[in-house]
């Protein structure tokens, strides 16, 4: 503790005094550190301080990243003096970096301009009749309705009776009803989910889940402040075919990245055809 107040009352004693060296400007700004030969500026530290924190979070932030300067200044200085000049030598390896920056950057304005984003239904449904092979599930998917009551609450018979009712008239009235009594609810015979995640709403441990989804259709789950009322209208057991609308999101990620695919691509091509008409490049047979 000691230490750290030393070094933090010598680097306060630093940036108050007149210890100045000429900044990237050429105008003179006070130095908060010094690593050998290299400084570390008051201009530097400035943006890494969140608005809004305390006084003593602000020491704390600031202190801290001297620190790990002054930590990656002496471990570069020691890696410089030991390592032959071939093995400090990162100057390819630097450009090849800055031009896959620049041309990534270039390339994700360009997809930004250009990429068009709509991807229709239709088209979603064609990709999938094409590659069903490729959607087999991973996991067992559920279509699956729940709701959360507290434990030993007067609408549990009514929300068991409408929760197993097959009528859209007794779902829409489960579900005015669990808004109206604050109660946490998923009334979705339409989108799939895997049965994980529902295990991860409901405290259920299963062992086998294929031979509890066969048994079971609708299951309640008591712990010590709730009830949990669940009805599963179907299932899908892992490395089957996954439906349709489980996938829709994958296929349209598909769908999109192949589009990107392709504008970079012909970009690319017609940015050679162009060069080649205008003759601005050349290649040297040897």
């Known amino acids: 503790m000691q230490r750290v107040l030393l070094f933090t009352a010598l680097l306060s ?53 001297i620190n790990n300067w ?17 093995s400090r030598d990162f100057s390819k390896q630097i450009e090849q970096y800055r031009n896959s920056l620049i041309i990534y950057a270039y390339e994700s304005e360009l997809v930004k301009q250009k990429l068009d984003t ?15 092979a490729n959607f087999l599930l991973r996991e067992n998917i559920v279509l699956a309705s729940y709701v959360i009551l507290r434990k030993n609450s007067p609408l549990a018979a009514k929300v068991r009776s409408m929760l197993l009712s097959n009528r859209p008239a007794d779902k829409d009235k489960l579900q005015t009803l669990c808004l109206e009594n604050g109660a946490d609810f998923r009334i979705d015979n339409e989108n799939w989910m895997s049965f994980s995640d529902l295990t991860r709403k409901i405290p259920l441990s299963v062992d086998d889940q294929e031979d509890f989804l066969k048994r079971n259709k609708f299951y309640v789950v008591n712990d010590s402040i709730s009830s949990y009322f669940v009805a599963i209208a179907s299932y899908k057991s892992k490395e089957s075919v996954s439906p349709m609308n489980f996938e829709i999101g994958n296929i ?5 990245n192949k589009r990107k695919a392709d504008l970079l691509s012909r970009m690319e091509d017609d940015l050679i055809s162009d060069a080649v008409k205008r003759n601005k490049y050349e290649i040297f047979k040897k």
Do not use: F, H, W
């Open 252 to 256: 349209r990620t598909i769908l999109l």
């Open 118 to 132: 709509v991807v229709a239904m239709a088209e979603i449904q064609d990709y999938y009749m094409k590659n069903q």
């Open 13 to 65: 004693i630093l940036m108050m005094s007149c210890n100045l060296l000429p900044g990237k400007t050429g105008n003179k700004e006070k130095a908060v550190a010094k690593v050998y030969d290299r400084y570390l500026y008051a201009d530097e530290l400035q943006g890494i301080i969140p608005a809004g924190i305390s006084a003593a979070d602000s020491l704390e932030m600031t202190n801290a990243y």
């Open 70 to 86: 002054v930590r990656q200044e002496l471990l570069l200085k020691q890696a410089e003096d030991n390592l032959d000049e071939s």
